[in-house]
C-alpha cells in the first residue's frame, strides 16, 4: 500500500520505517522539503535533523504535503498538534477526501513553555477539529497514548499493554486495525473506544504520559486496562 506520513519529526519518522520495513511503499509529507533538508541543528525538543535520518532511509521520499497527500491510499498524521489543522490544509482537501487519515498528533501547546499544556482540551479534541475540518475524511485517533517506539514495537514494554481506537467510520478503524496488527499489536490489546469524541480522553492522557517520561527515566511503557479484558 501507499502510504503518506504527514510529519517529520520523531514519530513521522518512526512510523514511516515501520511502513517500509512492513514492505509499503513511503513518502514523508512536510511543508518545504529543501529547507527540512537543509537544516543542521536539532529542534527545540531535541530532536537531530532530519537530514541524517533521510540518508539512512532514502527509499522513504520527501516532498511536499500536498505532493504526499495526492500520493498516499492512506494517511498518517504526525504532525505537531498546533499545526496539524495548517498541514492538512496545505495537503489540499481533494487529495484527502475519501481516505483514512490516521491521526497520531496531540495539541501539545508551548506557549507557556514547558510542561506544555493540551490545546483544545476536555470540551474538544484535534482529532474532531480534523474530523470537522475535512469531513470527507475517515479519521481515526490512534497511537497517540504512547512514546512513538513503543507505537512501532510493542514488544520494547513487558507484558500485555493496550492501543486505543477511536473514529466515527467502522470500515476506516478496521483498517485501522490491520494496520496496528501488522505493527505487532495483539488483537485483544486494540481498544474501539467509540466515536471520534472519544479522542478527547486520548489525548488528555499527554497530562500523565510526560511527567512519566521524568519519573521511570525512558519511554518504554505505556498503559494496561484491567478488566477490559
Known amino acids: 500500500m501507499r502510504f503518506a506520513v504527514l510529519g517529520t519529526g520523531m514519530v513521522g519518522r518512526?512510523?514511516?520505517?515501520?511502513?517500509?520495513?512492513?514492505?509499503?511503499?513511503?513518502?514523508?509529507?512536510t511543508r518545504d522539503p529543501q529547507a527540512t533538508l537543509a537544516r543542521t541543528e536539532p529542534d527545540f525538543m531535541g530532536t537531530p535533523p532530519y537530514a541524517a535520518w533521510h540518508a539512512e532511509n532514502p527509499a522513504v521520499a520527501l516532498r511536499t504535503f500536498a505532493e504526499a497527500a495526492a500520493f498516499g491510499e492512506m494517511l498518517v498524521n504526525t504532525t505537531a498538534g498546533a499545526t496539524s489543522l495548517d498541514a492538512l490544509t496545505a495537503a489540499g482537501s481533494d487529495n484527502l477526501a475519501g481516505k483514512v487519515l490516521i491521526d497520531i498528533a496531540n495539541p501539545l501547546d508551548f506557549s507557556a513553555g514547558m510542561p506544555p499544556s493540551l490545546n483544545p482540551v476536555s470540551t474538544d479534541s484535534l482529532g474532531e477539529q480534523i474530523q470537522?475540518?475535512?469531513?470527507?475524511?475517515?479519521?481515526?485517533?490512534t497511537l497517540n497514548t504512547m512514546p512513538c517506539l513503543v507505537m512501532v514495537e510493542p514488544s520494547r514494554v513487558a507484558g500485555a499493554h493496550d492501543v486505543f481506537v477511536c473514529g466515527e467510520d467502522g470500515d476506516a478503524k478496521k483498517q485501522a486495525t490491520e494496520l496496528l496488527l501488522s505493527f505487532g499489536w495483539p488483537q485483544d490489546a486494540i481498544l474501539d473506544l467509540g466515536g471520534i469524541q472519544t479522542a478527547r480522553g486520548t489525548e488528555m492522557t499527554l497530562g500523565l504520559t510526560m511527567p512519566l517520561m521524568g519519573l521511570l527515566g525512558h519511554t518504554d511503557f505505556n498503559f494496561r486496562i484491567q478488566g477490559a479484558h
Open 14 to 29: 518512526a512510523i514511516a520505517a515501520k511502513l517500509a520495513f512492513l514492505g509499503h511503499e513511503v513518502v514523508i509529507g
Open 132 to 141: 470537522r475540518a475535512f469531513p470527507e475524511v475517515k479519521v481515526v485517533k
